[in-house]
């Protein structure tokens, strides 16, 4: 007898969307306008070249209404703009030497951290305030699994000295982060009449 494990697909925020022929392209047209401004969120921190910033909510609050693939795509194509020169990273920064600065490594992470998020939405974990809390924990320590050896590598720092210059400053507001996305999407999922 075999056994086969079946995982329940639900929808994630952006299949309730009406459709339209471009709804794909506008959603993700969406998410990458919505990671580029929280991106310009940005407060300098005067010991470490990582500054605070919108961009990790936006990302991950766009992976989870869009879901893994749509999330991918908006994350890959943000890190693509922003590459031509479109001034979409932190504080209107663009261009490939932005890309392999000191923040590169949690740009690879963002779009790691869309599927991981994006799966967890389809698996439901966003409708309710502690599968959503979850999730964005989970999609933040993603990113830093990219961001800080990235960090240490052009830095030029041990690995424990760059996890104090490029992750722990961050986790108090990484926490406030995920307690704002457990209030925003499962009261989402409520106004369009889902909540299991």
């Given at each position: 007898m075999t056994s086969m494990s079946t995982t329940v697909r639900r929808p994630v925020l952006a299949d309730r969307a009406p459709h339209l022929v471009a709804r794909e392209a506008l959603?993700?047209?969406?998410?990458?306008?919505?990671?580029?401004?929280?991106?310009?969120?940005?407060?300098?921190?005067?010991?470490?070249?990582?500054?605070?910033?919108?961009?990790?909510?936006?990302?991950?609050?766009?992976?989870?209404?869009l879901g893994p693939t749509r999330g991918v795509a908006a994350m890959t194509l943000y890190?693509?703009?922003?590459?031509?020169?479109?001034?979409?990273?932190?504080?209107?920064?663009?261009g490939l030497p932005y890309a392999l600065g000191a923040t590169g490594g949690?740009?690879?992470?963002?779009?790691?951290?869309?599927?991981?998020?994006?799966?967890?939405?389809?698996?439901?974990?966003d409708r309710r305030p502690e599968g959503t809390a979850a999730a964005f924990v989970l999609g933040s320590l993603v990113v830093y699994a990219f961001g800080v050896p990235w960090l240490a590598f052009v830095l030029g720092v041990?690995?424990?000295?760059?996890?104090?210059?490029?992750?722990?400053?961050?986790?108090?507001?990484?926490?406030?982060k995920a307690a704002l996305a457990a209030a925003v999407l499962p009261l989402a999922w409520s106004v369009v009449g889902e909540t299991k």
């Open positions: 959603l993700i047209a969406g998410a990458v306008l919505l990671v580029a401004a929280s991106a310009q969120i940005v407060v300098p921190l005067p010991f470490t070249p990582v500054p605070v910033t919108g961009s990790t909510f936006g990302v991950l609050l766009a992976a989870a209404a890190l693509i703009l922003g590459i031509a020169g479109v001034p979409v990273f932190l504080g209107a920064n663009a949690y740009l690879i992470g963002f779009i790691v951290a869309a599927w991981v998020v994006g799966q967890l939405a389809r698996r439901g974990l041990s690995l424990s000295e760059a996890v104090a210059l490029g992750a722990l400053p961050f986790l108090i507001g990484d926490a406030l």
